[in-house]
């Protein structure tokens, strides 16, 4: 049962290249997110999406784009990396947006240095 | 006032000990809380729902108190592989849930030997 899977786990950048993160669930989830983790700032929301086709921004959107083209796979997409989006970044999704029973998932993470 | 706060620790207990964290949260409307756990390098994970009349897992102990804005984690006979940072969750509303998700900073918890 694999869960939420996000690639790659580890990668280094220049200033001003792109990349694309990809975050996939088996959970038949319909929200996911993107959250990023700094040292004592704790996770901050990227985007997130709820449901196939629908995104929208969280916290700290800027510099970051997103699409969900597909139900199981929410891609996170830097254009022109800067070093101050040097993170370590989360995927994760839930089954359902009530509260209480809005228990997220989250995969094994991908460590992003921009240098 | 941030809206999520926890004290960063680090707590270091001996094994066997009983460890309490708190967490104060700023909006008086949040509807559900919860404690995850994350390791070193690794991805959180929840560890317990907090209901508002208080739950036990085994060593664990949650409570909530609404008059004064906090939550609690209570962990009693500490081993070694409670070792981790706990993250305070807490949930605005029932309704629009899933963008108002707020983590904590985290309390950092190490067991010693």
């Known amino acids: 049962n694999a869960g939420v899977t996000q690639t790659p786990k580890f990668r280094v950048l220049k200033t001003g290249q792109s990349m694309t993160l990809l975050c996939a669930q088996d959970?038949?989830?319909?929200?996911m997110y993107w959250y990023r983790q700094d040292p004592g700032m704790g996770l901050r929301l990227i985007h997130y999406s709820v449901g196939e086709g629908t995104t929208a921004k969280g916290e700290v959107p800027d510099g970051y784009n997103v699409s969900r083209l597909k139900k199981q796979n929410f891609l996170l997409g830097l254009e022109s990396a800067a070093p101050s989006q040097t993170s370590v970044y989360f995927c994760?999704?839930?089954?359902?947006?009530?509260?209480?029973?809005?228990?997220?998932?989250f995969g094994a993470g991908t460590r992003l240095s921009v240098l | 006032r941030k809206e999520v706060e926890q004290d960063p620790g680090p707590f270091n207990v001996p094994e066997g000990a009983t460890v309490a964290f708190n967490c104060t949260y700023s909006n008086s409307a949040s509807q559900s809380f919860f404690w995850y756990r994350q390791d070193c390098r690794k991805e959180p994970k929840l560890l317990m729902s907090?209901?508002?009349s208080g739950n036990e897992d085994g060593r664990f102990t949650a409570q909530l108190n609404r008059a004064s804005q906090y939550i609690s984690l209570l962990i009693r006979d500490s081993k070694l592989s409670d070792s981790a940072t706990y993250l305070c969750?807490?949930?605005?509303?029932?309704?629009?849930?899933?963008?108002?998700?707020?983590f904590g900073p985290g309390t950092s918890l190490s067991v010693i030997p």
């Open positions: 994760a999704s839930s089954y359902s947006r009530s509260g209480g029973k809005n228990i997220q998932y």
């Open positions: 959970m038949n989830h319909e929200y």
């Open positions: 907090v209901y508002s």
């Open positions: 969750v807490v949930n605005p509303t029932m309704k629009t849930s899933y963008d108002k998700v707020i």
